[in-house]
């Protein structure tokens, strides 16, 4: 295989990758089914430990597409801000950081709004254990002394019960 240049990955290639992966396959093996050499399947699977990332979700208090095409249209017919946010059920300040976020009320568009924020909401953080290596390593030795996670958590709640940083919190 010869140098192809950058390669990018559909969403539905990345979850057949995780499937392989999550069943045991080795990078070659699944590279091998991309055409692929294992050093493109490598990054992927890095990023986050070889841990499957959660599917991405929108929060619950976020917009919805067909909110943000309610604002387009309530900014089309000049309604107030407050008129707006009383149509949503909304608070006036949601729709004013919605404008200042996109445009304002002369170039606002809700695909495009929508689409930012989906893109404003990526959080590229490294997972916790890839970026503090002592606690990377103390993880490691308990699961070499064959600990399950549950423990490990309950380990790191008694360990360190101020720490915000600890990978144990629910956020």
């Known amino acids: 295989m010869g140098y192809r240049g950058r390669i990018y990955f559909t969403e539905k290639q990345k979850a057949e990758i995780w499937n392989r992966w999550q069943r045991g396959e080795s990078m070659s093996s699944i590279g091998r089914r991309f055409d692929r050499n294992s050093s493109s399947i490598y990054p992927l699977l890095a990023r986050t430990g070889g841990i499957r990332p ?13 909110e943000r095409e309610e604002v387009s249209r309530g900014l089309r017919a000049q309604l107030s801000l407050r008129a707006i ?4 059920r909304r608070a006036p300040s949601t729709i004013s950081y919605e404008l200042s976020h ?16 989906w893109d404003r909401a990526l959080r590229p953080k490294l997972c916790k254990l890839a970026c503090r ?7 490691s030795v ?17 360990a360190h019960p101020d720490d915000e940083t600890a990978p144990h919190r629910n956020h």
């Open 102 to 117: 996109n445009g304002g009320r002369a170039c606002y568009r809700a695909v495009q709004s929508d689409q930012a924020a």
């Open 54 to 66: 959660a599917e991405r979700r929108r929060s619950r208090l976020a917009l919805t597409l067909a």
């Open 85 to 88: 946010a009383r149509q949503l």
């Open 142 to 158: 308990k699961l070499e002394r064959k600990w399950s996670p549950q423990q490990i958590a309950g380990w790191l709640k008694r």
């Open 133 to 139: 290596p002592r606690l990377c390593r103390r993880v």
